[in-house]
């Protein structure tokens, strides 16, 4: 069922790489102010989802919407109000944090060097590092400060604790996506991590051979589909059925 | 800032190191050149190509490391996720690209001739600038080097492998193009007009492949910077136009070599008939642009029964060694033609000889021959009593010796003043000479030598019938017809300014004379038989050259409509022989 509401809507999207079905008639609806997390295995189409929502993808078949926007014809239009954190981010190694953001910046008309500056600040990304330099879970810090410095209508994060210590996890988890969630906007994350979705997260989609094959209320999927269990234990059961049918 | 300016200011400083180390290189060249030659005109000249070379380098270097190595790290996928149009990507690449080429070509211009200012002489300075005024045509082929060499930085991941694959891309589609070219023209598509003009050709190409490029990398940002989706994208117009290339190339030979004789395109150019009027041998052509008109195809053409057999796809018929006319042929005398076959391979050649006989009234023999084996080239208009001898001479005179008997007479000059036949015409009288000389004509007697001026104002070679037994020859006011025995007029002249005469050619002794108004080629075309008196009006599509008397049994020649028809010597019947 539609949402009135929905910053993203998606119906019988459908993307191909060579015969392989990513994809695959996917439906999708994501209410305004809510934290989402997709969850699925490798090569579910978790990723593959995203990027065709922030229009750097343009599906087979299907349409979607995101924030009233069509993603395929009006993809640079989506990506300045969207916030989207990549699972890899690659950029020239001898480019630093700071001008690497100034860059970012001079495409978004929101973009607030303030709030990049209070970001990295809040994450303790060095600004000055030259990316050739930078460790894993610094680059993934960078990632997130380019994506939310212009004060995006909908966050879009593919992966985004992956490589991050305990502290900034807690800082990125509860600080900032907790302000965002509180502050009315959306976000629609990719992560491995039940617990960071179980911190963070308000609704639950599992993604299977790319379709939706279950979602819901983060507190009734889990009563449901578990008996009462947490969210991993909930999706382990959920796929042990599977599998036993 | 725009976008735009944002991605070309990021590009900029992505490739500052280049962009220092590339003019420090071409200082140090330039300063080596400037060092390295002596002289003043040599180092100028060395300073210019080293100049060009430089600009072209730095283009190349520039193009082929636009896309290249961003693609091969991935950063091509993490520019897809900025909220910017992959146009607007593309675009400024292409400047950067531009500007940065811009910018080594001037200072590889300035420093080079600032070296020559500061620390040359005027004269080596003047020798650059010259040396470089011939490349300035050629500089919109930068752009399309830089064009071609950001495509190929679509396809691989490192910019050598791009800038290697630009230039054999580039050479690829050259040698596709020029048979291409040619199939085209043979469609009734000529666009040699088009092409002449070198800078247009340059820049069509240059925004062709920019074009190509634009394609392929919008495409492949619509699949997160998809390197298979460009490369193909990128890639298959290339390899398409290559094989349509290739496909023409195979069309236009097989056009060329294959053909039927109802083709529209196919110029009749000659024809050799058979003594008893009963074959001839047609020598038909395509017409191409310039002058790479392909060897004509040879065909046996059964007058009677209208059957035809192609003699060779690739043929040569031999003709009169001094007139150039074709060669009547019967049973004893078979007419010959070498045929270079399928192939341009030409150490090796078929002889086919068509003479009177066997079944069907021709009989055809084949024979292969190696080019250097020769072939003794005939004619029929010299006398049995005369022996003619042209000698060609390298940096001098030609010579041409006439030998009766024991005596002999020798003739020095340039080629066109000592032509066998056409200029000095052996008469069927033994001994006695014809020769055209400073606009006389002469009658020479080898008996004692003695010369006669039997004609003043001429202005024309020795024009013979076919059996050699009558002379056309012009004055500045008129063409005469002489009888060659005596060199005295067989009729009144034709006055040059009603009609050009020529005479049609024939295997017998026929005299008929073709007479066609100046500039008005669309009229019919008299015929004059000097035998009979008959007077004839054929309409003719002059773009053949064919007209031919084929003995008692007509004239064949193309009609106006384009077909090939023989008409009765008094035009009363018409029988059409090719239907086209």
Redesign the interface.
Same mark, same amino acid.
């Given at each position: 069922m539609k949402h009135e509401t929905s910053v993203i809507s998606a119906r019988n999207l459908g993307v191909k790489f060579g015969r392989k079905h990513v994809l695959d008639g996917l439906d999708l609806d994501l209410p305004q102010g809510s934290v989402t997390a997709l969850v699925g295995g490798n090569g579910a189409g978790k990723s593959t989802l995203l @990027?065709v929502l922030?229009g750097?993808?343009?599906p087979d078949r299907g349409s979607a919407r995101v924030l009233g926007l069509d993603p395929t014809r009006e993809g640079?239009?989506?990506?300045?109000r969207v916030g989207?954190v990549?699972d @890899?981010?690659?950029?020239?190694p001898?480019?630093r944090g700071r001008?690497w953001l100034e860059?970012?910046g001079?495409?978004?008309r929101t973009w607030d060097p303030a709030e990049a500056q209070r970001l990295a600040e809040l994450l303790q990304l060095e600004l000055d590092t030259r990316f050739g330099e930078m460790s894993k879970g610094t680059r993934a810090k960078l990632a997130l400060v380019a994506a939310l410095a212009h004060r995006p209508e909908l966050l879009v994060l593919d992966e985004p604790f992956s490589g991050l210590d305990v502290e900034t996890r807690l800082a990125v988890t509860q600080g900032i996506l907790g302000h965002l969630r509180d502050d009315g906007r959306s976000v629609l994350l990719v992560s491995h991590s039940t617990n960071d979705v179980e911190r963070v997260a308000d609704r639950v989609l599992v993604l299977e051979q790319g379709r939706i094959v279950r979602g819901g209320e983060l507190e009734s999927f889990a009563a449901s589909a578990s008996g009462g269990l947490d969210l991993e234990s909930a999706l382990l059961r959920g796929k042990l059925e599977e599998v036993m049918s | 800032m725009s976008a735009f300016l944002s991605l070309l200011v990021r590009q900029v400083r992505d490739n500052r190191g280049a962009l220092v180390v590339a003019p420090l290189a071409s200082a140090v060249v330039l300063g080596g050149v400037f060092a390295w030659f002596p002289g003043p005109n040599a180092v100028g000249e060395a300073t210019a190509y080293a100049i060009g070379s430089l600009t072209v380098l730095w283009t190349l270097y520039f193009a082929a490391d636009s896309f290249a190595s961003d693609g091969a790290t991935g950063r091509l996928a993490t520019l897809a996720l900025l909220p910017v149009r992959a146009r607007t990507l593309w675009s400024s690449r292409v400047a950067f690209v531009a500007l940065a080429s811009v910018g080594q070509g001037l200072f590889a211009l300035g420093f080079g001739l600032g070296l020559h200012g500061a620390l040359g002489s005027e004269l080596s300075l003047e020798a650059s600038i010259s040396g470089m005024r011939p490349m300035l045509p050629w500089l919109p082929s930068l752009a399309v080097i830089a064009a071609a060499a950001m495509v190929a930085s679509l396809v691989v991941e490192t910019a050598l492998a791009a800038m290697i694959g630009s230039l054999l891309s580039l050479g690829a589609i050259g040698l596709a193009a020029a048979p291409a070219w040619r199939a085209l023209a043979l469609s009734g598509i000529d666009v040699t007009p088009a092409l002449r003009n070198g800078v247009l050709l340059q820049v069509l190409l240059a925004v062709a492949f920019l074009a190509l490029g634009a394609h392929a990398f919008v495409r492949g940002q619509r699949r997160l910077g998809s390197r298979s989706v460009r490369a193909w994208q990128a890639t298959w117009p290339v390899l398409a136009t290559l094989t349509l290339g290739s496909i023409a190339s195979a069309a236009e030979y097989s056009r060329r070599t294959a053909v039927e004789l109802e083709n529209p395109r196919l110029r009749y150019r000659s024809a050799a008939a058979s003594k008893d009027g009963r074959h001839v041998v047609l020598e038909a052509h395509f017409e191409l642009p310039g002058n790479d008109g392909p060897l004509p195809s040879a065909w046996l053409l059964d007058i009677e029964s209208g059957q035809r057999e192609l003699l060779g796809r690739a043929a040569d018929v031999l003709s009169d060694r001094f007139t150039g006319r074709q060669l009547a042929w019967d049973a004893e005398h078979p007419l010959r033609i070498r045929d270079f076959g399928a192939l341009v391979w030409r150490d090796r050649v078929e002889l086919i000889e068509v003479a009177i006989g066997g079944e069907g009234g021709a009989r055809v023999r084949r024979e292969m021959m190696t080019m250097d084996a020769g072939f003794s080239f005939q004619t029929t208009l010299v006398p049995s009593w005369a022996n003619v001898e042209r000698i060609r001479r390298r940096g001098s005179d030609d010579v041409t010796v006439v030998r009766w008997g024991d005596r002999e007479r020798r003739f020095d000059g340039q080629m066109g003043r000592v032509w066998p036949v056409r200029v000095i015409f052996p008469t069927p009288e033994p001994g006695v000479l014809l020769v055209v000389r400073d606009g006389q004509l002469l009658r020479i007697d080898m008996a004692d030598d003695e010369e006669h001026v039997l004609l003043s104002g001429v202005d024309s070679w020795i024009d013979p019938s076919p059996d050699g037994s009558a002379l056309l020859l012009r004055t500045k006011d008129a063409s005469l017809v002489l009888d060659s025995r005596s060199g005295s007029p067989l009729r009144a002249p034709f006055p040059r300014d009603e009609a050009y005469v020529a005479w049609v050619d024939a295997p017998d002794a026929s005299k008929v004379l073709q007479l066609q108004s100046h500039g008005q080629r669309e009229l019919p075309t008299r015929l004059l038989d000097l035998d009979t008196g008959v007077e004839l009006e054929i309409e003719r599509d002059h773009r053949h050259q064919l007209l031919l008397r084929v003995g008692a049994r007509g004239y064949l020649y193309v009609r106006g409509d384009g077909d090939l028809v023989l008409t009765s010597l008094d035009g009363s019947s018409e029988r059409v022989l090719v239907d086209r």
């Open positions: @990027r922030v750097a993808l343009v640079e239009r989506v990506r300045e989207y990549a @890899r981010l690659e950029i020239q001898r480019t001008e860059f970012v001079s495409f978004r | -």
